[in-house]
């Protein structure tokens, strides 16, 4: 029982262009959710998912697609970095939405450069 | 986020003093309140819990206190401990999200 596994754990990318953070889990859980974390502002809410093929955004949606086609895996793509999306991001996920605790991966360090 | 404020941001104590955090929301839907420690370059994890039917939980040297009414709660450790020193968010559970205090770093000062 691996929880939530992301990667990379660490990328550096120029801006403008893209690439895909994965999470994946193995508890079944149909709550699955990306945070992303900077200094001073705590864990803001990207995007999440209630089940497979259902996701909505959060407080900071924009520059970041989602989809999830499967229980176990909830990928983030950034379409065209910029430096603003600097940060650290964590998926996680939970039995039930804002209603259990919420188990995170270990994180990615991202710095677009 | 804007839903839930926490303070203080920062927190220095002397071993085995107790140390206390509080958190503020607004939403007085909001029934489920966790916290969550996070040490350097870690995910967060969770400490515990608390429910609105419930006014206080205990966990050894870990408390919480949730007063609905107010809409505050509070985070208590007693005789903190070097290894206490972390990141601690709070959280309000809500409809299908969580939203996030924006954090205490606590230090304990051996």
């Known amino acids: 029982n691996a929880g939530v596994t992301q990667t990379p754990k660490f990328q550096v990318l120029k801006t403008g262009q893209s690439m895909t953070l994965q999470c994946a889990q193995d508890?079944?859980?149909?709550?699955m959710s990306w945070y992303r974390q900077d200094p001073g502002m705590g864990l803001r809410l990207i995007h999440y998912?209630?089940?497979?093929?259902?996701?909505d955004q959060g407080e900071v949606p924009n520059g970041y697609n989602v989809s999830r086609s499967t229980t176990e895996d909830f990928p983030l793509r950034l379409l065209s970095a910029a430096p603003s999306q600097t940060s650290v991001y964590f998926c996680?996920?939970?039995?039930?939405?804002?209603?259990?605790?919420?188990?995170f991966g270990q994180g990615t360090r991202l710095t677009v450069v | 986020g804007e839903n839930v404020e926490q303070h203080p941001s920062t927190l220095s104590v002397q071993e085995g003093d107790s140390a206390v955090i509080k958190c503020t929301y607004s939403?007085?839907?909001?029934?489920?309140f966790p916290w969550y420690k996070q040490e350097l370059g870690k995910r967060p994890q969770l400490i515990i819990d608390?429910?609105?039917?419930?006014g206080e939980k205990k966990d050894q040297r870990i408390a919480v206190t949730l007063n609905k009414t107010a809409k505050h709660f509070s985070l208590h450790i007693t005789e903190t401990q070097p290894e206490d020193s972390a990141v601690y968010f709070c959280?309000?559970?809500?409809?299908?999200?969580?939203?996030f205090g924006t954090g205490t770093s606590l230090t304990v000062i051996p």
């Open positions: 608390i429910r609105s039917n419930v």
């Open positions: 998912s209630v089940g497979a093929g259902i996701t």
């Open positions: 508890m079944n859980h149909e709550y």
């Open positions: 996680a996920s939970s039995y039930l939405p804002g209603n259990t605790e919420a188990f």
């Open positions: 939403d007085s839907a909001s029934n489920y």
């Open positions: 959280a309000e559970g809500t409809g299908n999200q969580f939203y």
